[in-house]
């Protein structure tokens, strides 16, 4: 198995290479030697080619969430058989969540004709509200979510049969 | 809880918020021994003001905010446990003049200001009135019905920028900014939502805005009869009109500034018989003009930065205003000493719109010592919903000069653990690190107006290979093909700070 990991959306490959008492790992092709001694559950001192660091993590699931000197770093570990690529494909039609909330307003209706800009939804988030607008010309071919209604990041609120002639633009 | 001496203010006070301010509340009636009472929505039964509190009661409702808005259930709480004050914290009921009337027809002390300059300083138009006739500044303005008709021309004609916001709001909620007339429109219809849903009034207020101004509010405490200041505090570092860093002193006011604008903000709240702590708010131009914009009647989130300076701890002088007591402190026995950060820790991501975030708190470590504090309602394990405002904790610093309390934060909050959910600490770093930031060179427009040099820094190969290092060595999932090191987990205590 690969060891896989992403950090803001970019993929790096760990690869542990050999292991004494330090370990031998490659990096994105770059080989370090490291140690590693816990001190608690979650604090550790790393040396990685002698220099000494401390690290605090968490772990959830497939998220790590780590400490090191004065910053913290999220990294996802992937999961090779997992497809998040899947619902990227059509983002362009379709109006996400940009964060968990719930809808206020739904000012589209199904059938109805929209710019791209135009306003579709009012949500409300930490009791923040903002307008969901369409991101593309067409006509609204699907409304996931009613006033009322909760939703996830990235949640599909509103779906969009794009003009052709200005589809993908 | 062993009752060190017997307070003559109180028999016991009830806090009616939650997160860090019921805490901060919490610690006040401690250091004044009076008795406490927390009260708490079910998600909120393992928050440390719970475990703290002398009692602790649940109240319930469809959602949190609604239990803790609803005055009927907690005068029930204050009757059958004999409490005898209320402290209101910020947000909730702490601006509810009709909370603050139901209470005293009962017998009980609201602590904080009488209902009717609660209202008079809530209303954004009889506020701004009541400062005009006293001579003091106000920025041109207009007030009217969503509805009403030639409302749109009547605000274009104020001049843009304009900020429009919800007359009967507060803290940033439902405001925006106007540039042009199509603005304008979607600002209004935004307002208007939010000013009915919220605060049950359709009226909507419309500001010139001031693209460079800073914002700057004045601390004051009143007993009725005096009023002082504590000094100003300098709040312009500011995200979706939100504060985000605070400082006491401001970097921007010469002595005599501060004089004028201190003199106005006691002027202020001297004719409006200013009883508890309360804040004057500011608009500060570059060209040192300074316009009223309102006046919060509560404590607020940033009163620490004037208490590190002032040496003073101003909850319990609520409280024993509160009592009836009159004002021990006067203008001449107070003085104010170095400087004062505070930095918003909120569960939001800077790089991607300032988007709230939830999550779980999976880890916390705080920095202690000489002129830091930390205030939070914090626990591990607790979960980071979007039911509440994003802000998680306020970690403030004192130190001798402004420049050496940046020092002191920027180290503070390389020190400050909280993994579990994606915050603003690193971002904060960021702004504090700024030149514009360091030089006391910025306004209310500084966080977008910067925005650019404010993106985070590419990290060093270095650092990222230490993390990835880090984070592979540490995985649970493929520690189980690797057995090098000694087995961590099987010692696992619950992580203490």
Redesign the interface.
Known sequence: MQPKYQIAGTTHLVTPLRQDADVLIEVDGHAHRARLHWRDAHEFELSVDGIARTVYVAQDDNRLFLHLDGRAWQLRAIDEFGDSAANAANADTMALAPMPGVVVEVYAAIGQRVERGDNLLLIESMKLQSEIRATCAGVISRIAVSAGSSFERNAVLVEIDADPAVAGE | MTKLFQNNLFHKVLIANRGEIALRVLRALQAQGIPSVAVYYASDRQSPVVCQADEAVEITGASASAAHLDIEQLLAICKRLGVDAVHPGYGFLSENAEFARTLSANGIRFIGPTPDVIELMGDKITSRNFVEQLGFPVPPSISMDVDAPGFIDAAARLGFPLVVKASAGGGG??MSIARDRTQLE?ALR?AA??AE?YFGDKRVYVERYFDSARHIEVQVLGDGDNVIHLGERECSIQR?FQKVIEEAPSPALSEEKRREICAAAVGIAKAAKYVSAGTVEFLYTPQGEFFFLEMNTRIQVEHPVTEMVYGVDLVSEQLRIAAKQPLALTQQSIQKIGHALECRICAEDPD??F??????V??L?FPTGDGIRFDSGLYEGQDIT?S???MLAKLVVHAPTRTLAIEAMIKA???L????I??N??YLQRVLHHPLFVAGDFDTGFIKQQAETLQPAT?A??????????????????RI??D???A??A???R?RN
């Open positions: 909620k439902g979607s935004v939502s939010e849903k979706r991607n719109d988007m709230p975030e939830t999550g779980r999976l880890l470590k979007t509440f405002d994003p909050l390389q020190q653990v909280l993994l579990g994606t915050t600490i690193e990290p190969t270095t650092d990222l290979h230490a993390a990835l290092i880090a984070g592979y060595l540490a995985d649970r999932s493929t093909y690797r090098v090191t000694p961590p987990y010692a696992i205590g992580w």
